[in-house]
């Protein structure tokens, strides 16, 4: 994807003291266009069930440690597909490299991304671009983006940036048969009922995009039960055992967006409580949250589970790797979810 200069990106930076986010990313085609890389042809004969991993990679910071991950985690075995959020190109937090091309090409994989975010705080961000990722095994026919309402405007946050959330989906060729994926992350400086008008968006885009194939949806849906704007919410929860209960066991009842869907004929997976971000908090503590999810629909969850990313939790890396030299808390503020799904 082509990069933006340093200094235009400041100049439309401004233009957003005085216009409207909507009119400044209209000029700004990266916005609408999906960036695709083949890495790897089709294996040939279409399996009953796929693999497929739901990781939100918190900007590919990690990201050799995320390559022997992904290589070398048992409870990942197999993976066809790997829905990601918050991957990086050309942030210098990050090393300044596109950090979901260069992890398709250590794994072999073909991936679509799409552009979430101009970052404008670090000068030093060669592209300053940040988005969400499909990578797969099987061949992409066809990509594309779909930009999710806006819900907050990140711009005048301390993170000062242009853009706004989206979804990325991709057609799959699976042994000649069409199969959609859908990488998603939605905001977390809003309500349910924020996030639920942008998971509304998306499920009108599928039936739009990838009509009468099997469609499997994932990403950080950031179901926090709150209003991530309110500090006093995040306060009130963390001092509370019934409140941060229901972040985990009444998540259906606070975040609108996943009873539509599975009124929508989509399975949500995970079912059962499961913590997938840990969100810190004063005095080394932490929230546990129900974030990330897989929802399918013309597919079924064989099984799945919750993927732990804590350093304590990585005993599998091999001897010399990356991955066994990494002396971080964790690899990602979120743990990463799989499941065996079978096509129907």
């Not at 990201?63 to 048992?74: A, M, N």
């Not at 977390?188 to 499997?216: C, D, F, S, W, Y």
Request: hydrophobic fraction near 40%; charged fraction near 30%; glycine fraction near 10%.
């Amino acid at each position: 994807m082509r990069g933006i200069p340093l200094e235009e990106r400041k100049a439309l930076g401004e233009r957003l003291e005085t216009r409207s986010q909507e009119e400044v990313m209209a000029g700004i085609p990266q916005f609408w266009e999906a960036e695709i890389g083949h890495f790897k042809a089709s294996p040939g004969t279409a399996p009953e069930s796929l693999g497929v991993l739901m990781f939100n990679m918190e900007r590919g910071v990690h990201l050799e440690e995320i390559q022997d991950f992904l290589r070398d985690c048992p409870d990942i075995r197999p993976f066809d597909l790997i829905l990601a959020n918050e991957l990086d190109d050309g942030c210098a937090r990050s090393g300044n490299k596109n950090t979901a091309g260069e992890l398709a090409a250590a794994l072999g994989l073909n991936y679509a991304w799409g552009l979430e975010f101009i970052e404008l705080v670090d000068d030093g961000n060669q592209r300053g671009f940040h988005g969400n990722a499909v990578f797969s095994r099987w061949p992409i026919r066809r990509a594309g983006v779909v930009r999710l309402p806006e819900q907050y405007n990140w711009y005048f946050d301390r993170q000062r940036r242009i853009g706004g959330r989206v979804a990325v989906f991709a057609e799959l060729d699976v042994g000649g048969r069409p199969v959609g994926a859908v990488s998603i992350h939605l905001e977390n400086r809003t309500h349910g009922e924020g996030r639920r008008a942008q998971m509304e968006t998306i499920l009108r885009a599928v039936e739009k995009e990838l009509p009468g194939i099997p469609v499997i949806l994932g990403g950080d849906l950031n179901t926090n039960t709150f209003d991530g704007r309110s500090k006093e919410d995040i306060g009130d929860i963390a001092g509370s055992r019934e409140l941060r209960r229901r972040c985990l066991e009444d998540v259906f009842q606070f975040e609108e967006l996943l009873p539509m869907a599975a009124e929508a004929g989509y399975e949500v997976v995970p079912g059962e409580p499961r913590h997938t971000r840990r969100k810190p908090l004063p005095g080394g503590d932490f929230l546990p949250l129900r974030l990330d999810w897989i929802l399918l629909k013309g597919t079924s969850a064989k099984e799945s589970r919750m993927v732990s990313t804590a350093r304590e939790d990585l005993s599998y890396a091999r001897p010399g790797s990356a991955l066994a030299a990494f002396t971080g808390a964790e690899l990602s503020d979120h743990n990463a979810v799989w499941a065996m799904c079978r096509l129907e």
